[in-house]
């Protein structure tokens, strides 16, 4: 029997990651590449430089190949997949046209059915397109996903005639999905309110279904060609599968350019700061996508301290915990949707004390005020759900520093399961559930998932921080009449 390799590949917004893998779940290589910016040529430069050269020297091995990637980015394609318009990025908005549409019925019936509508909706960019890009609209065979494209790069030759392009049920969620019907199926309602051609979109998959036996030039080009093919997920459910999110009343919190908190569940209960996935196992994962928490943490360090963020939190670390101003992040996303909502630092008293604690008494401040945001998702799915969540599981950057999570730890009064920044995992997940190789969710998590931390709440910080908790969402609430104003 030949070898097989289990390759996900993560497409995010900063550069690409490959992941290989054998059968027992043992890590073969790891390959990444930077972006520096989004464009479909960068994007496919950067899976050229980041597949591990064990792809292509592995000739008789048995390849399968899934690929995430940024929820609600997409790409504009002609009948050959060449691209017309794009990528359209996930961030971007399209306020006016959301102010214009967002009490329609058929917006507000969507919303009873888990996905809940803002300025960063790709339907609402399709229908900005329609509206001002009138000539290429009309030539547009399909809007695609970035995963789903690059997907079919490797299915179909160049000039070939893309004839039966699906996406799977986490990237059409965005883009206008039902998932309260069996199977999940386009919101009809919607895109003829909108007046959006529903033929425009592509059809519909679960993730983990096989695609196709690659054969393209760039398959080829990278190791791929006769590779299976598999639909793959957005890079927020990859993070959440890679981080344990398996099993009903599994937590786990992506901590990168934005917060993406996620439990698996069983059934779905409409709340306004949750939109919901179809579980590429079973279920649903509820969750929610916050507002550029890590970008702006990132950014205030860098750009206004002058430091790394390993600076600017040895920094914070030294730091008396309670002594925090009030930051509260953005909140155009959840858990309040409002694209006024803009973030803010508070409570700001002068000391006269060194200038580097209070550079660490305003980082430590931002990064506190990240990890309230994420307790409030928390405690909301112990409401919501009924479950009490025992400990959280963490991925991406966000998860790298020990004092960051001893934090966290603290706050959520949870125990801390670290998982690091390996998405790539969580996308072939789906392809060793449906394709039947495991059929036990237990033994894929203790093959494939191996947590690279543990941490346990302290005491003493926990009770410094009860006042916050308190006070933090009716003040962040609060915070919305001056932006209005």
């Known amino acids: 029997m030949s070898k097989q390799l289990f390759i996900g590949i993560d497409v995010g917004s900063s550069g690409v990651r490959v992941e290989v893998y054998d059968e027992e779940g043992n890590l073969i290589a790891v390959g990444r590449s930077s972006i520096s ?89 399709i229908l900005y397109m329609k509206r001002t890009l009138k000539d290429i609209y009309i030539n547009v065979h399909k809007f695609v996903p970035a995963a789903t494209w690059l997907l079919h790069k490797l299915c179909y030759s160049r000039g070939e005639e893309w004839s039966n392009v699906r996406t799977d049920y986490t990237n059409a969620l965005k883009f206008g999905l039902d998932i309260t019907t069996m199977p999940p199926s386009w919101f009809k309602p919607l895109f003829e309110a909108l007046e959006i051609d529903l033929d425009k979109l592509p059809g519909l998959a679960p993730s983990g279904e096989f695609i196709c036996r690659a054969k393209s030039e760039l398959a080829e080009e990278i190791g791929l060609k006769n590779a299976s093919v598999y ?29 993406v908190p996620k439990a698996a569940v069983d059934k779905i209960i409409t709340h306004p700061a949750l939109y919901y996935h179809i579980h590429p196992l079973y279920g649903y994962l509820a969750g929610s996508a916050t507002g550029f928490t890590g970008a702006y943490i ?103 520093s020990k004092f960051w999570n001893r934090l966290r730890a603290s706050v959520y009064e949870k125990r801390v399961v670290i998982h690091g920044d390996l998405v790539g995992v969580g996308t072939i997940i789906p392809v060793l559930y449906r394709s039947g190789l495991y059929t036990r969710i237990t033994e894929i998590k203790q093959r494939f998932l191996k947590p690279v931390d543990f941490i346990e709440p302290d005491k003493e910080l926990a009770n410094v921080y009860k006042p916050f908790k308190e006070r933090f969402e009716s003040r962040w609430m609060k915070l919305r009449e001056l932006y209005r104003g």
Not at 89 to 99: G, I, L, P, W
């Open 37 to 125: 910016k989004q464009d479909i040529n960068e994007w496919i430069e950067a899976l050229r430089k980041a597949m591990p050269h064990v792809v292509k020297e592995c000739i008789n091995c048995e390849k399968h190949v899934s690929i995430d990637s940024t929820s609600g980015t997409f790409i504009a394609i002609d009948k050959r997949g060449e691209v017309l318009y794009g990528p359209v990025m996930y961030y971007e908005k399209k306020a006016d046209v959301f102010e214009e549409v967002k009490n329609m019925p058929e917006i507000q019936e969507l919303a009873k059915r888990g996905i809940t509508t803002d300025a960063t909706s790709p339907y609402l960019k």
């Open 231 to 259: 639909q793959g997920l957005t890079d927020g459910n990859a993070a959440a599968l890679a981080g344990g999110a398996l099993d009903r009343g599994d937590v786990n919190i992506y901590t990168g350019s934005t917060t």
């Open 298 to 400: 990132s950014w205030f360090a860098e750009k206004i301290l002058g430091l790394t963020i390993e600076e600017a939190l040895r920094y914070a670390e030294v730091v008396e915990a309670g002594t925090e101003y009030l930051f509260f992040p953005y909140g155009d996303r959840g858990p309040f949707y409002d694209s006024l909502l803009m973030p803010a630092l508070a409570n700001i008293a002068m000391y006269d004390q060194p200038r580097e604690i209070v550079i660490g008494r305003i980082f430590r401040s931002l990064v506190l005020g990240v990890t309230l945001l994420e307790n409030i998702y928390l405690k909301l799915f112990e409401n919501v759900f009924g479950v009490k969540i025992a400990e959280v599981n963490l991925t991406g950057g966000g998860s790298k």
